[in-house]
């Protein structure tokens, strides 16, 4: 199960995301998204998890938990949509 997680501090890493996130299941990869001209982290990552009943777990432990001092906010992530990219036209 891909899991979206928001909200994050800009510091949390993707090694501290895998571990919180083991704490639920198994952990298959752990993602911080970085912003391509900064290289600073964009406040939110994908987490996928092995099984779904272990990501429903991570959703009802961590949504709207602090971490590194920010409320998560952790759902099923949605496929991208691959059209317009947020554009209206």
Not at 42 to 70: H, L, N
Not at 71 to 81: D, L, T
Request: net charge negative; aromatic share 8%; charged share 30%.
């Amino acid at each position: 199960m891909n899991l979206y997680v928001g909200n994050l501090n800009y510091g949390t890493t993707e090694e501290s995301l895998r571990s919180l996130f083991a704490t639920c299941g198994d952990v298959v990869s752990a993602k911080i998204i970085i912003d391509r001209d900064t290289g600073r982290s964009k406040g939110f990552g994908f987490v996928e998890m092995s099984e779904k009943a272990e990501g429903v777990k991570a959703i009802s432990t961590f949504d709207g938990q602090e971490v590194d001092g920010r409320n998560i906010r952790v759902n099923e992530a949605q496929p991208r949509n691959s059209g317009n990219r947020g554009r209206d036209w």
